[in-house]
Nanobody, 123 residues
Framework: QVQLVESGGGLVQAGGSLRLSCKVS????????MGWYRQAPGKQRELVAA???????NYADSVKGRFTISRDNAKNTGHLQMNSLRPEDTAVYYC?????????????????WGQGTQVTVSS
């Protein structure tokens, strides 16, 4: 089966940096896009950044110039480098991947989510 596992969250002071990672496991054929979302208490989940298989990126206006999304296709891993963090960046961050994988000899596709990692930025 497919599993996404995030790591790298934690507590950091305003102005600091964190690097989130998302490891995709399973018999993966291809990952078309990966994205990072976040959800703060009482708010809806929102897209932070996304990257296609070809490397095209998209960012929320609130993080442009501060966050950088990247991926390592050989390792089925994605990263989110977060610099100049602000208290309003505090949220649970989730990794998402649209992918194709093998299951029981068949090629299947789907969109999968990680369990989330907490990022807390203190003022």
């Amino acid at each position: 089966q497919v599993q996404l596992v995030e790591s790298g969250g934690g507590l950091v002071q305003a102005g600091g940096s964190l690097r989130l990672s998302c490891k995709v496991s399973g018999i993966i054929f291809s990952i078309s896009s990966m994205g990072w979302y976040r959800q703060a208490p009482g708010k809806q989940r929102e897209l932070v950044a996304a990257i296609t298989g070809g490397g095209s990126t998209n960012y929320a206006d609130s993080v442009k110039g501060r966050f950088t999304i990247s991926r390592d296709n050989a390792k089925n891993t994605g990263h989110l480098q977060m610099n100049s963090l602000r208290p309003e960046d505090t949220a649970v961050y989730y990794c998402n991947a649209d992918l194709r994988y093998y299951n029981g000899g068949s090629l299947r596709s789907g969109s999968y989510w990680g369990q989330g990692t907490q990022v807390t930025v203190s003022s």
